[in-house]
Every structure is written in C-alpha cells, then in structure tokens.
C-alpha cells in the first residue's frame, strides 16, 4: 500500500506549478474585487448643490442667513435622511413608489417601534423637569384705541391718550375706534403687532397708555386691564399629556442612536460642485 502523501509537501509542489500562480492571483484579485464592491455599495454621494437648495430654502423662511452651526446641522440632517432612504430601500421598502419623504417617515417608524411606557416615577420626573411646558402662558387683558390715519384731530386725540383718558370717553369720535382685546398671549401680540410693540406692551409697568404703534389704519394705543399668570396644573390633569410627551422624547432619543449606528456603516461622500 502506497504511503499517504503529507498536505503539507503536496500544498508546496502545488505552488511550485507555475499555473497555480495564476490560480492564486486570480483569487487574490476575486477577494479583493468583492471586497471593494461590498465597500462602494455602503458609499453614499451627498451633493452639496441639494445641502445648499435646503439652506436658501430655510433662509428664506427665516428672513434671513443661517449661522455656520445651523448650516451643519441642515446638513447632518440631509445626510440622516439620506441614510434612512438608502436602508428604507434595501428593506424592500421602495414598493410604494412614493417621493424620498415617505421613505424617510417609514424608516423612522420601524426604527422606532417598541418604544417602553413610563413608570409613575419616570412620569413625575419628566413632570417636574418640563414644568413650565405644562403651565399656560400668562395672558393680558389689553384695551386698544385705534385713531385712524389721517386724523386732523391726531394730536389732539395723542394728548388726551397721554394724559389718561379713558377709551370710553373717545367713544363719540369718529376718529376713534376701540376695542379689548381679552386673554392675549406673547405669541398673540407678536403676531398681531410684531415683535417690538408686543414687547413694548409686555414690558410696561404704567397704567397710562402705550404707543402708538403705526399702521395703515392709524395709530394704535394700548392700556393694560388685567394680567394673569397661570398656575401649573396638577400631574393628575395633565398625565396624558406627559405621558404622551415623555414617549416621543424616548423616542426620539432612540432614533437618534438608531440614526446615528446607520450612518456608522456606510461612508458619506459629499459631491462638491466645480468651483468650489
């Protein structure tokens, strides 16, 4: 009976063969070649142009430029929501033909599944740490004259306002139109006013009249009737809505982490346009 022949001598006679070279080489560059496949099919191409379109977008809400910490943030986000579109598909997700948006809210929603309710403790925690989210605003009671534009009695009218007479008193003018405006928040004034008469108003500490504030209708003049502030409510009052708002900051918090363990497995490629 022939001896067995030893794997290992037999694996070097093997490499000898000069065929075998290229057998390996062709094995070596197989391996590889899958290796970079795998590498470029977890690369995801942000272009920048899209980045800056969402920018010019949110500016142009504002009214104005964002800081360069807020255009990171823009951008962070876009490449989350790239991420999330390119998972979305590979999860078979894409049969919907919907726009990318659809895609981003479904990944979000299976990422965010099973999301733990609060215990007793846990929901007086967050009670007592979002007080003031849970404690309606203070509201003001506001009288308001209005002494229309073009007036020839304008001054006069300015000067009875400022020496403190009442709207009632204005009543009978033709000039004059008055109003009160009840339970107004912060928010209210703004929008109906702007940001500086409202904080004009909000900051007064007389009782005479404020103003005036201009526009197309004339001057508008403010008193201050009554302010109130709210107490916060007892949890027992509000539980649903802490307990509703504690779920969606865990869940948020998870999704987050969720996001952020997707964006680890692929490599981001920002396209820079020419020029830049």
Avoid: C
């Avoid at 823009?74 to 948006?101: P, T």
């Amino acid at each position: 009976m022939a001896e067995p022949i030893s794997a290992t001598p037999l694996f070097r006679r093997i490499l000898r063969e000069p065929t075998s070279h290229f057998v390996l080489l062709a094995a070596v560059l197989f391996g590889a070649n899958a290796a970079l496949e795998s590498w470029r099919g977890n690369v995801i191409t942000i272009d920048r142009v899209q980045i800056e379109v969402r920018i010019a977008e949110l500016e142009a809400l504002r009214g104005a430029p964002l800081s360069p910490e807020e255009r990171q943030l823009v951008e962070e986000a876009y490449i989350d929501e790239q991420v999330l579109v390119r998972e979305a598909l590979d999860m078979g997700l894409e049969a919907d033909r919907r726009i990318d948006d659809i895609l981003v809210q479904k990944m979000l929603h299976v990422l965010s599944g099973d999301v733990i309710q609060p215990t007793e403790d846990e929901l007086r925690d967050f009670y007592d740490a979002n007080r003031t989210s849970y404690t309606p605003e203070p509201t003001l009671s506001i009288e308001e004259v209005v002494i229309a534009a073009g007036s020839t009695a304008a001054g006069d009218l300015v000067e009875q306002l400022q020496a403190g007479v009442s709207a009632q008193e204005l009543a009978d003018n033709t000039d004059v139109r008055a109003s009160v405006l009840r339970q107004v928040t912060d928010g209210d004034l703004r929008r109906l006013f702007g940001p500086v008469t409202a904080e004009l108003i909000l900051s007064a500490n007389t009782e005479g009249w404020i103003g005036p504030h201009e526009t197309v209708r004339g001057q508008h003049w403010f008193r201050i009737v009554e302010r109130a502030t709210p107490e916060l409510p007892p949890l027992e009052s509000v539980r649903e809505r802490v307990r509703l708002d504690w779920v969606a900051d865990q869940e948020a918090a998870r999704l987050d982490q969720a996001v952020g363990g997707l964006r680890e497995r692929y490599n981001i490629v920002i396209d820079e346009p020419e020029g830049r």
